[in-house]
């Protein structure tokens, strides 16, 4: 007999089968939306490293599907990887790499000249299981995301990207201190609380006057310290301010059939 994974007992991985998403990841937005609002009266959004595109489901489902015929023509979603994924409707697949300057002109020409509201990324490198090297390659990967979200943001816009909790976390919330007014480390109860990953939330883009677009992650190798300071007014080692996700489903719980169909029916009535 098979043995059953952790992820068939998990609360999310069910009621992502049951609601249609494409992976249990979708809940993850789903909360940061509903405690930061993240998604209201947006037209122009993208998914960088989307597939297989849970988190460009959500933004099709509050930005396009509510619409009228006519309105649905206005809004533009976007959704970026080197790997393709399933069609969506409402949102366009752009297969290209998110670390050149051409992809983030592709993203502005196909927003007609205009900017993103939001971008958001789900993307994570393939874990090796050497916690060090992994959260090494996830932090230069939300490095490139925030890169890119200097070219392709509108002023006022937000950023959401995964990130895991470790030493190097205050180096992205560095860098986004830079660009964004309000920032901060959110944690939504469909991560599991014995998983290291969390979502760098960024509020009220606005670009530093005098600031050249460039290449975060080289930009950081020339002078890692004195430059934070410079720009934010932090020292290298900060205090990243965390907020957490409740809900009435934990992802670290063992759920029974019975049990989820009557809080379904408590729910309903």
């Given at each position: 007999m098979g043995k059953t994974s952790k992820d068939k007992r998990d609360i999310f991985y069910r009621l992502a089968k049951e609601q249609g998403w494409r992976a249990r990841s979708a809940f993850k937005l789903l909360q940061a939306d509903e405690t930061?609002?993240?998604?209201?009266?947006?037209?122009?959004?993208?998914?960088?490293?989307?597939?297989p595109g849970s988190w460009s489901q959500v933004l099709a489902k509050h930005m396009y599907e509510p619409?009228?015929?006519?309105?649905?023509?206005?809004?533009?979603?976007?959704?970026?990887?080197?790997?393709?994924?399933?069609?969506?409707?409402?949102?366009?697949?752009?297969?290209?790499?998110?670390?050149?300057?051409?992809?983030?002109?592709?993203?502005?020409?196909?927003?007609?000249?205009?900017?993103?509201?939001?971008?958001?990324?789900?993307?994570?490198?393939?874990?090796?299981?050497?916690?060090?090297?992994?959260?090494?390659?996830?932090?230069?990967?939300?490095i490139t995301a925030i890169s890119i979200a200097t070219y392709i943001l509108e002023e006022g816009g937000s950023f959401v990207s995964k990130i895991y909790r470790c030493d190097k976390t205050s180096k992205a919330y560095t860098q986004m201190k830079r660009f964004f007014k309000d920032v901060c480390v959110f944690k939504p109860s469909a991560s599991r609380n014995s998983s290291i990953e969390a979502f760098v939330i960024g509020r009220q883009f606005c670009l530093p006057e005098g600031h050249k677009l460039c290449n975060l992650t080289l930009e950081w190798q020339n002078d890692p310290s004195t430059w934070i300071e410079e720009f934010t007014g932090y020292p290298?080692?900060?205090?990243?301010?965390?907020?957490?996700?409740?809900g009435e489903w934990d992802s670290d719980r063992t759920y029974g059939m019975t049990i989820m169909c009557t809080m379904r029916l408590c729910r309903n009535h």
């Open positions: 930061f609002h993240l998604l209201d009266g947006l037209h122009r959004a993208v998914d960088l490293c989307a597939a619409l009228s015929e006519e309105d649905k023509k206005k809004v533009k979603i976007i959704a970026v990887d080197m790997q393709g994924m399933a069609p969506i409707e409402g949102v366009t697949q752009m297969r290209e790499d998110i670390s050149k300057e051409s992809t983030a002109e592709a993203i502005i020409n196909f927003f007609e000249g205009e900017k993103a509201q939001i971008v958001v990324c789900d993307g994570a490198p393939d874990s090796t299981g050497m916690h060090d090297f992994d959260s090494y390659v996830q932090i230069e990967l939300v290298p080692a900060v205090t990243v301010p965390f907020v957490g996700y409740k």
